[in-house]
């Protein structure tokens, strides 16, 4: 998964473009973090002219027709969803899909990839307030408006504002593995990792703020997830009954304690197996998984392939 060398990465702008989901792009894919040791995203903004994305007048590096040099493609949120998506656009992230670019939209920045004929058939989302719209204008696409982001591999799609940075670092992830993306989410001062909604990625729903009831629970048992904990000692920890505990989960992090505890595990595995050398072994003992067996058995059925075969991929 780590690029031996630089990715390129292209932002596409044009008037109408919404600042916020342009400007995210650009801080996370333009801005090399400190503890990268290799290279990082070779970024570039491409228009068609000087545009205007909310009140401020943008002047692109090259055209619209370097999309299709770019790995990546990146589409911001448009600000008129009623308006069809400008057909140089449309038909310049369509060439990129074609050269194998990887296209990403940002929130409303979606309705420019169904325009293309880029979601016929997939599962994709954008804001709450546009879903219905974009399932309207687009039948052939399978519209979720529970998630915040979906990946379709070659072409990922994201709910608003917060949710396009979650799927901006989760790109960041696949690229360069979980400690890198978790850098740049110290730098950016956000959560490293919340659900994309994904089966075949694990979710790690994190709460935005430290005033919930499982403040002090939560951060307690990431330090001990080596040890072989359950519901109940969560639950006694916070002084709660397992069923209280349970309903201040869900209103949290939107699931359960146990799947919660669980996803917590592969993702401790997942880190170790990124950055270390230990036997799968040691990893099931460190991540509280207990032994390889049930490792393998969590590990597969959540991130869809067997823990060596994960570590042989991602430093492949």
């Known amino acids: 998964m780590t690029p031996a060398a630089a990715r390129s990465v292209a932002i596409a702008a044009t008037d109408g473009m919404l600042h916020f989901e342009l400007a995210l792009a650009q801080e996370v894919f333009g801005s090399r973090p400190d503890a990268v040791p290799g290279p990082w995203y070779d970024l570039r903004v491409c228009g068609p002219h000087a545009v205007r ?11 619209l ?6 790995d990546t493609v990146i589409v911001p949120a448009l600000a008129d969803v009623e308006q069809d998506p400008p057909a140089d656009l449309v038909e310049a992230v369509r060439a990129a899909h074609t050269a194998g670019a ?3 939209s940002l ?13 016929d058939g997939l599962r994709a989302t954008t804001h709450w307030a546009h879903t219905e719209e974009l399932a309207r204008r687009y039948p052939r696409v399978e519209v979720d408006p529970d998630v915040l982001y979906v990946d379709n591999g070659q072409v990922l799609t994201s709910a608003g504002k917060a949710a396009a940075m979650d799927l901006c670092l989760h790109l960041v992830r696949r690229d360069h593995g979980s400690a890198i993306a978790n850098v740049v989410a110290r730098r950016l001062v956000v959560p490293p990792h919340r659900a994309g909604g994904q089966a075949q990625f694990v979710t790690t729903p994190v709460p935005v703020q430290d005033d919930h009831p499982l403040a002090e629970l939560l951060p307690w048992v990431m330090r001990r997830l080596d040890e072989p904990l359950t519901v109940e000692d969560l639950a006694r920890r916070v002084n709660l009954s397992s069923r209280h505990l349970a309903r201040h989960f869900r209103s949290v992090t939107g699931t359960t304690p146990l799947q919660w505890l669980l996803t ?3 993702r401790r595995a997942q880190e170790l197996l990124e950055t270390t050398d230990d036997s799968v072994d040691t990893i099931a003992a460190a991540s509280g998984l207990g032994t390889s067996t049930t490792l393998r058995r969590h590990f597969h059925r959540t991130i869809g392939v067997p823990p060596d075969t994960y570590r042989r991929t991602f430093r492949a």
């Open 53 to 63: 994305v909310g009140r401020f007048l943008l002047e692109p590096d090259c055209g």
């Open 65 to 70: 027709d370097r999309l299709a040099d770019a």
């Open 102 to 104: 990887r296209v990403v």
């Open 107 to 119: 929130c409303t920045g979606v309705f420019a990839l169904a325009a293309a004929g880029l979601l």
């Open 264 to 266: 917590q595990r592969i």
